[in-house]
């Protein structure tokens, strides 16, 4: 079945840690792709997107993506994180067909003070 | 705009009792979800609508589960009856669709519904 994967559940790291987070998807042709956080209690907002031109995406936040077609995978990347950023995160695709976004199942970031 | 709006933000109901949950998604967007988040299960898709009519209802639970789209600017899911395993946090979210591709969600704030 056609598949988003994030490769890590949870992960605890540092204040002014890098931190990277993988996702990866099985669907071939043209994805739109997107990363949303979750803060404790909140819903679901929209980080970055990815639809086409420069691979490399900046988001809010610092937070920047980056999509590798040959590879299938579209990594979140931070290069310094602050306690804040204390929440779980989603990479999501929309498929060649269609608008129903797969989701993957979230990591969970926990950066300690 | 004011984002995709969802009501109540809290339920507490009986067992056995109708709940009804609202949404009225962002202006001139033409797609809607509706999703159910628990620790245990993670986020599920219920059911979504194109242009007011459901397309794909494969998510939801049973049929005590049930939706409704009557106009573009508002959407019902309601159960009857409630039963405690359906205690979650309800998301509603809407999108904009084109050429057979979507440009990503907006979610709404979530329904905490808790059936005791």
């Known amino acids: 079945a056609q598949s988003v994967s994030q490769h890590n559940h949870h992960v605890i790291l540092s204040e002014a840690a890098s931190l990277e987070l993988g996702c990866n998807y099985s669907?071939?042709?043209?994805?739109?792709l997107f990363w949303y956080v979750q803060y404790p209690g909140q819903h679901l907002q929209l980080l970055l997107k990815?639809?086409?031109?420069?691979?490399l995406v900046k988001g809010i936040k610092g937070f920047e993506a980056e999509f590798i077609k040959s590879k299938f995978s579209f990594n979140l990347r931070k290069p310094s994180v602050q306690w804040s950023d204390t929440a779980e995160y989603f990479c999501?695709?929309?498929?060649?067909?269609?608008?129903?976004?797969?989701f993957g199942g979230g990591t969970r970031v926990l950066v300690k003070p | 705009d004011a984002g995709v709006i969802q009501s109540p933000r809290h339920e507490v109901t009986e067992m056995g009792q109708e709940v009804t949950l609202r949404c009225k998604p962002i202006?001139?967007?033409?797609?809607l979800f509706w999703y159910r988040q628990t620790m245990m299960r993670g986020l599920e898709l219920l059911i979504y609508f194109n242009n007011n009519v459901p397309i794909d209802d494969s998510g939801m639970p049973e049929d005590r589960f049930s939706a409704k789209m009557p106009n573009a600017s508002f959407s019902t899911l309601k159960i009857q009856p409630s039963e405690p395993r359906d205690s979650a946090v309800y998301f509603c979210a809407s999108s904009f669709y084109r050429g057979n591709l979507g440009y990503g969600y907006t979610f709404g704030s979530g329904t905490r519904l808790t059936v005791v």
């Open positions: 990815y639809f086409s031109g420069d691979p």
């Open positions: 999501a695709v929309n498929p060649p067909a269609g608008n129903k976004l797969t």
């Open positions: 669907y071939g042709g043209t994805v739109n």
């Open positions: 202006s001139g967007h033409n797609s």
